[in-house]
């Protein structure tokens, strides 16, 4: 079982950064693909970001392509999401996933197996 623990979240001003950490433990996730979600009260949880086994494939929702991005370290077993030029619309809570039956970079909420239990954001002046 692997565990799965967010952190870095906090409160930036529009236009400002953050990086967010999800460290894993109880496990490897090196033959893991992983990924970012996020949510706000009252709607569901929506992709952000997603990352195959080996780091070399990444994919990105549309609204935070350019400004997000995902990586990841097998050797510290930890995977990252850098946020630049946040806007107001990426509050949130985001949430890191793990994948434990395919290493791919999937979108799917569904597709993953573990969570962490998220770590906020909120954009504000």
């Known amino acids: 079982q692997v565990q799965l623990v967010e952190s870095g979240g906090g409160l930036v001003r529009p236009g400002g950064s953050l990086r967010l950490s999800c460290a894993a433990s109880?496990?490897?996730?090196?033959?893991?693909?992983m990924a970012w979600f996020r949510q706000t009260p009252g709607k569901e949880r929506d992709f952000v970001a997603t990352i195959n086994w080996s780091g070399g494939a990444h994919y990105y929702a549309e609204s935070v392509k350019g400004r997000f991005t995902i990586s990841r370290d097998n050797a510290q077993n930890t995977v990252w999401l850098q946020m630049n030029g946040l806007k107001p619309e990426d509050t949130a809570v985001y949430y890191c996933a793990a994948n434990k039956d395919y290493n791919g970079a999937g979108k799917l909420r569904r597709q993953y197996d573990y969570w962490g239990r998220g770590t906020r954001v909120t954009v504000a002046s």
């Open positions: 109880g496990g490897t996730i090196d033959n893991y693909g």
